[in-house]
């Protein structure tokens, strides 16, 4: 079965060092995986995807992941982290149905940012 | 603006009772998902949908029901047979290809 581990459960960084969370995932197939943000109390908003092509995929507010099939890993970096990053990410892969997907999330890392 | 549009944000139960949680979305996507969230559990699939008038179950259906009788429109139903219902609920949609569109979530609590 389709599954998706994050170790960290929180990660804290200082502002403006250089961040990395982690993501295992379990497919068959190759797979569609999606990074996720979201803020306290909020719905989830998509950072990057990746469906197929470069390994190295660059999403929205400075983040990258890169897919590594070798090592079943899909980690989100961000080179200098800033205080409004805080929130917890979700690592997430795609079970493909019929005319669309599921989507099958991990546990997800709260990231806390130091002055 | 395009979206999915959650409600109630905040939502109480009486023990027994049946609640119905709102979900419209204006994208014209095709499919429809409820996920329930619980503090280091992550997302849980509930129920989905990819046309109107059809659905499926998802990981963790028991206790929960839904309808999809309007493309835009999902709305799901907890019932007195969910024995822990206290979580927060989120609603997304996608279209063939893409990603999905979260809706903001509503907090249910039992009381």
């Known amino acids: 079965a389709q599954s998706v581990t994050q170790p960290d459960i929180h990660i804290t960084v200082s502002e403006g060092a250089s961040l990395e969370l982690r993501c295992n995932y379990s497919?068959?197939?190759?797979?569609?995986l999606f990074w996720y943000v979201q803020s306290p109390g909020q719905g989830l908003q998509l950072l990057l995807k990746y469906f197929s092509g470069d390994t190295l995929v660059q999403g929205i507010k400075g983040f990258e992941a890169e897919f590594k099939r070798s090592q079943s890993s899909f980690n989100l970096r961000k080179p200098s982290v800033h205080w409004s990053d805080a929130a917890e990410y979700f690592c997430?892969?795609?079970?493909?149905?019929?005319?669309?997907?599921?989507?099958?999330f991990g546990s997800g890392t709260r990231l806390l940012v130091r002055p | 603006d395009g979206g999915i549009t959650q409600s109630p944000k905040y939502l109480f139960r009486k023990e027994g009772q049946n609640v119905t949680l709102s979900c419209e979305q204006n994208l014209n996507h095709d499919a429809m998902y409820w996920y329930r969230q619980d503090p280091g559990q992550g997302l849980r699939l509930i129920y989905y949908s990819q046309i109107v008038n059809d659905f499926q179950k998802g990981d963790i259906a028991e206790g929960y029901s839904v309808s999809r009788e309007k493309k835009e429109s999902f709305p799901l139903t907890v019932t007195s047979a969910q024995k822990n219902p206290t979580a927060f609920y989120l609603c997304?949609?996608?279209?063939?290809?893409?990603?999905?569109?979260f809706g903001s979530g509503t907090r249910l609590t039992v009381v």
């Open positions: 997304a949609s996608s279209r063939a290809g893409g990603g999905y569109t």
């Open positions: 997430a892969v795609a079970s493909m149905m019929d005319s669309s997907y599921k989507l099958i």
């Open positions: 497919y068959g197939a190759t797979p569609y």
